[in-house]
Nanobody, 122 residues
């Protein structure tokens, strides 16, 4: 069973950057596609970006295209999310997950970490 730990969140001004990391503290993620989701207060958890097992293919939500980049280092059992040009509407708890299904929906991901808070001030 894979266990994930997210880190790298914080408070940043609008237009700033953050890089999130998701490391597997137990198990290996090298054969899985991985994804990042985010959840704002009172809202559902939404897809942000995903990457296939070897990093050759990525997919991002329209709201973050051109600003966020997902990457991975299988040797370090880690997935990253580089976030640039941050906006107040990016404020949320960010979670990474393992893709056990075949779609980009929350139901197709699991082994969620505890999340990391990202707050963007205007």
């Amino acid at each position: 069973q894979v266990q994930l730990v997210e880190s790298g969140g914080g408070l940043v001004q609008s237009g700033g950057s953050l890089k999130l990391a998701c490391v597997a503290s137990q198990g290996t993620i090298s054969r899985y596609a991985m994804g990042w989701f985010r959840q704002a207060p009172g809202k559902e958890r939404l897809f942000v970006a995903a990457i296939n097992w070897d990093g050759a293919t990525t997919h991002s939500a329209d709201s973050v295209k051109g600003r966020f980049t997902i990457s991975r280092d299988n040797a370090k059992n880690t997935v990253y999310l580089q976030m640039n040009s941050l906006k107040p509407e990016d404020t949320a708890v960010y979670y990474c997950g393992v893709q056990y299904g075949s779609a980009w929906s929350r139901a197709d991901f699991g082994s969620w970490g505890q999340g990391t808070q990202v707050t963007v001030s205007s």
